[in-house]
């Protein structure tokens, strides 16, 4: 499937509504908890059986990125587009035979295995095209796609539980839903497929998009992964999406815990609304911090990531459960940060590696994502349980955790001030980037 490149006068703000199709759909993943407690219900599983399709998506995303990135570069996001939503759509169904005939190694191999490929090739499919349509705000471009990954949970999240009360909760209800799931989000999908364009030459030039979007370095993503800045940004990464995964995998029981032994407990449902608001803070910290990298620049975005977000984990820390609005306020700072870092780097990469193929390097440092995916709960579940028998309790089940965190997050801070032009050496020479704008113009 040859990429289709746009006729002119193609506006290239029609490029992120496709982005936007996709990374809606794909972001369902946050709202898996949805189906855990009517799965251990149905199928009478542990939580932590529940939760193995959602590590395991996560896992096959960073996975997919990595080693589909350069095919994703080769073929297009339309071809990108159409294999995540194949696979994306299959695993919701597979999941609904899986649950219906309660097979759950079924649901496991579709929402986890053959759904996380679609997650991971979706996640990256419309990167290089938008940083090449938008190489004047590449940060802006970006952050508007994968806004749409962390605020999919936001519309999955109420639609999925109004489902199952409609369906029921039962394995044939659970089965209804996956397959409504798998339809709908295969229609949606279909949408971005439809509407994406790769630029011209011209609008390459310029035209139609501000700046040369393959003037200046440009790396080839084989050449990428030798650099010291790649493994520089992989450690950036990774410490900053695990500070803000370890919060968010555990925030509705972190938040009971940290308050039960105040005179003001959080209840169930005050703690469903503080996984909201964290969900929010998610989505606005993608579009708001990776405009603003835009405007002061990636290197100091990312200083305020990892340094302030080290503050707001000392801050918590430090007051214990004496503030529940201090709390609250660092822990959704802390996912602001979270979701800027996942918006601003493939616009790092950019500034460092060039546009000529920065999905296939942003699927390889996706491995980063994979890591801090079972990095950061592990951290703070492990050390909450061994608090737990050890006979602490409330805020004290989980300090420890944050110092550790606040540790990650300097060792971050340090990797993203050795981040240094990439040496001359792995610059891909001019005329092979002629050659490829060429090659994507119409035959």
């Known amino acids: ?48 059986q529940s939760a193995l399709p959602f590590q395991l998506a996560i896992v096959m995303l960073g996975l997919s990125a990595a080693f589909g990135g350069t095919l994703v570069e080769r073929n297009g996001p339309r071809w990108a587009m159409t294999v995540a939503l194949v696979c994306f759509s299959t695993g919701f169904l597979i999941s609904a035979l899986g649950a219906q005939t309660q097979q759950y190694w079924l649901i496991v191999l579709g929402y986890g295995f053959v759904g996380g490929i679609g997650l991971g090739i979706g996640y990256i499919s419309p990167v290089s095209t938008l940083i090449k349509w938008f190489p004047d705000r590449p940060g ?9 990954f962390g605020g999919g949970a936001l519309i999955a999240s109420p639609w999925s539980a109004q489902m199952l009360q409609s369906f029921g909760s039962d394995h044939s209800g659970i089965a209804l839903a ?15 497929v439809l509407l994406v364009r790769v630029p011209r030459s011209e609008d390459l030039a310029g035209t139609a998009a501000g700046p040369r979007a393959f003037e200046g370095v440009q790396v080839s993503a084989r050449s990428a992964v030798r650099t010291p800045q790649f493994w520089c940004l992989w450690i950036v990464l990774c ?12 925030a509705a029981p972190m938040i009971t815990d940290f308050f039960a032994d105040t005179s003001t407990p959080v209840s169930a449902s005050a703690a469903a609304g503080f996984v909201a608001l ?71 990469l950019k500034d460092l590696f060039g546009a000529y193929q920065v999905g296939a390097i942003h699927g390889r440092l996706l491995t980063a994502w994979s890591t801090a995916g079972v990095l950061g709960p592990l951290i703070v579940n492990w050390i909450a349980d061994h608090q737990k028998e050890a006979g602490k309790h409330g805020s004290s089940l989980y300090g420890l955790s944050f110092m550790i965190m606040i540790g990650l997050l300097v060792i971050g801070f340090a990797a993203n001030e050795l981040v240094r ?23």
């Not at 499937?1 to 936007?20: E, N």
């Not at 802006?140 to 749409?148: D, H, L, N, Q, V």
């Open 1 to 48: 499937m040859s990429p289709p490149v746009a006729p002119p006068g193609w506006s290239r703000w029609l490029v992120p509504p496709a982005a936007l199709s996709v990374h809606l759909s794909i972001g369902q993943t946050y709202a898996w908890s949805v189906f855990k407690p009517p799965l251990e219900s149905a199928l009478h599983l542990s939580g932590t």
């Open 140 to 148: 802006m471009a970006t952050g508007i796609a994968i806004m749409g």
């Open 178 to 192: 996956f397959l409504v799931h798998g339809l709908s989000y295969a229609v949606f999908m279909s949408l971005g």
């Open 239 to 250: 410490t900053n999406v695990t500070a803000g995964i370890g919060i968010l995998e555990k």
């Open 278 to 348: 964290l969900s929010a803070a998610n989505m606005a910290g993608r579009i708001g911090w990776s405009s603003a990298s835009d405007l002061i620049g990636r290197k100091n975005v990312y200083r305020v990531y990892l340094g302030a977000g080290a503050i707001m984990y000392l801050l918590i820390a430090s007051s214990g459960d004496s503030s529940k609005p201090l709390f609250i306020l660092c822990a959704l700072v802390i996912l602001s940060f979270y979701g800027g870092g996942f918006a601003t780097i493939p616009a790092y």
């Open 421 to 443: 032009p990439v040496h001359p050496r792995h610059h891909v020479p001019a005329p092979k980037e002629a050659a490829d704008g060429r090659r994507e113009q119409p035959a």
